[in-house]
């Protein structure tokens, strides 16, 4: 990452972000400049460059020669220099990447020079946790931090974002950064099946960050941007398999393909306890393919019972 130098910093920023930032990209920017929020927007909304626009509003509080920087988390080095590049070419900051194995190793002296050198600090969190570790960097020279894909931070997970804030983000120091997220979900994973588990997964995110989630509701901007499916809904009414002929027969030979399967194992299997063990494996699968039957159809049952395999 080659080092960008301004030779006036008194004069008006070459690169404003403002002029081509959206009506709620603003709004979110405005709402990130008064507390700690976490963006919650789809992919390809323009997440990154509500952080720009957030750099641009607070940079009087790390532009050099001031000491505070801005620090920017990404998780994988391909987002880390991807977003370097991005904040690079939005704004007029000087900006510096650290990622892998070699540009992070590096000693107390080299950190202070960077520190001196550069604005904005784009790094894997766990080149920041290190830093904090060997107070390369202290949390209290940090003006804006920024976690990208936030919803790592989870309360349970031992993620890099969860121990930065956990063990160095002290809410109550006058002094701790401003804190701003940016995530697609904040649901981690797979995430949760009921609202309960939602709740459990936003709250704990937001306890993590220190934050709140903010987002965009039927906002013109924002749906001119994104391409929204065409939903078509179709209703039809339940049919029980015990009004069709073909479902009785099929039922009738699956439960006769059963018993004639338990006839074998006892044939075959004197060991009480192996018996039982086949017997229990076969029933799973026998109940299987009846669930499947009954709420999935003929056909899905048929695929079920040629795909099973019973130890």
């Not at 969190?125 to 931070?153: G, K, N, T, W, Y």
């Not at 981690?188 to 993590?208: Q, R, W």
């Amino acid at each position: 990452m080659e080092e960008v130098i301004h030779d006036d910093r008194s004069s008006p920023a070459k690169k404003d972000p403002r002029k081509i930032a959206r009506k709620y990209q603003l709004e979110l920017c405005e709402k990130a400049v008064k507390e700690n929020i976490i963006v919650c927007l789809g992919t390809g909304c323009g997440k990154t460059h509500i952080a720009v626009l957030l750099m641009n509003e607070l940079r009087h509080q790390f532009t050099k020669p001031k000491k505070e920087i801005c620090i920017f988390l990404a998780p994988t080095v391909p987002l880390v220099q991807q977003q370097a590049v991005v904040i690079e070419n939005s704004i007029d900051l000087k900006v510096q990447s650290y990622f892998g194995h070699v540009k992070h190793l590096k000693t107390h002296a080299d950190w202070e020079n960077d520190l001196m050198k550069y604005e904005v600090f784009v790094m894997t969190p766990i080149i920041f946790l290190q830093s904090l570790r060997h107070c390369h960097i202290r949390m209290e020279l940090v003006a804006l931090l920024i976690f990208d894909e936030c919803h790592h931070a989870q309360l349970d997970k031992r993620h890099d974002y969860t121990q930065i804030m956990k063990l160095f983000y002290n809410i109550d120091n006058p002094k701790c950064p401003r804190v701003f997220g940016m995530t697609a979900s904040p649901i981690f994973g797979k995430g949760g099946s009921n609202y309960l588990d939602y709740a459990k997964y936003i709250n704990s995110l937001e306890n993590i960050l220190n934050a709140r989630i903010c987002s965009v509701d039927g906002n013109l901007d924002l749906e001119a941007l994104v391409a929204s499916p065409a939903i078509s809904i179709y209703y039809y009414t339940p049919v029980s398999i015990y009004d069709s002929k073909f479902m009785l027969v099929y039922m009738e030979e699956l439960e006769a393909n059963k018993n004639n399967l338990f006839s074998i194992l006892r044939d075959n299997y004197t060991d009480l306890k192996v018996l039982k063990n086949k017997q229990k494996s076969l029933s799973k699968v026998h109940g299987d393919v009846i669930f499947c039957l009954e709420n999935v159809g003929l056909w899905g049952a048929v695929q079920i019972e040629g795909g099973v395999k019973c130890n």
